[in-house]
């Protein structure tokens, strides 16, 4: 049981490249989560997933795609990257529901520097 | 909107001192969770609190809820270095409900001093 894992760990891009995060969770569950982390910002969600082909827009959606076509991954998608995009992205998952807390678990995280 | 505060941002304390952290929300919740993460690393979930009142402990740490004042604690006892880390709590709004979004506050950053 592998939980929630993230491809790749490292990226380094320059402006204007295009590149896709991977998010897979073993866990079964219906909920995926894409944050950012920068530096006295606390964590803040980009997009986020209720079930396989379902996704909405969180607090900072701009600059983002993202795709959930199996159940178990969840896909973010930088067009046209922007320095501003610098930052550690974080995947995570939650067993939730009707009567379901939602306990969210992360994956390690990726490191992205946009040049 | 969900605002959540934590304070202090920043703590710097001596090992074998005691000390807490305070976690605000804005909004009526029964749900709070606790995560911790170490430099350079994820997130790892503490603790999750379920209802006014609610008290969880783990070795040195101790989290709990008071949904009518909007507070949650962690309190920590005889501090040890290993337990310096970033420290979040999180809130889900809907109570009684699985809500799709939590909202994080920005943080403790817990130093421990030999």
């Known amino acids: 049981n592998a939980g929630v894992t993230q491809t790749p760990k490292f990226r380094v891009l320059k402006t204007g490249q295009s590149m896709t995060l991977l998010c897979a969770q073993d866990?079964?569950?219906?909920?995926m989560y894409w944050y950012r982390q920068d530096p006295g910002m606390g964590l803040r969600l980009i997009h986020y997933?209720?079930?396989?082909?379902?996704?909405a827009k969180g607090e900072v959606p701009d600059g983002y795609n993202v795709s959930r076509l199996k159940k178990q991954n969840f896909l973010l998608g930088l067009e046209s990257a922007a320095p501003s995009q610098t930052s550690v992205y974080f995947c995570?998952?939650?067993?939730?529901?009707?009567?379901?807390?939602?306990?969210?678990?992360f994956g390690p995280g990726t490191r992205l520097t946009v040049l | 909107e969900l605002k959540v505060e934590q304070n202090p941002l920043f703590l710097s304390m001596q090992e074998g001192k005691n000390y807490t952290i305070y976690c605000n929300y804005s909004t009526t919740s029964d749900r709070l969770y606790w995560y911790r993460q170490d430099p350079g690393k994820s997130l790892e979930s503490l603790f999750v609190l379920l209802s006014n009142g609610a008290v969880k402990q783990e070795g040195r740490l101790m989290a709990s809820l008071d949904t009518k004042a909007r507070l949650s604690t962690l309190h920590i006892t005889a501090a040890v270095h290993d337990l310096s880390a970033t420290y979040f709590c999180a809130v889900d709004p809907n109570s009684g409900f699985g809500n799709e979004k939590l909202t994080f506050g920005t943080g403790t950053r817990l130093t421990i001093i030999p």
């Open positions: 997933s209720v079930g396989e082909g379902t996704t």
């Open positions: 995570a998952s939650s067993l939730t529901g009707l009567g379901v807390y939602n306990e969210q678990f």
């Open positions: 866990m079964n569950h219906e909920y």
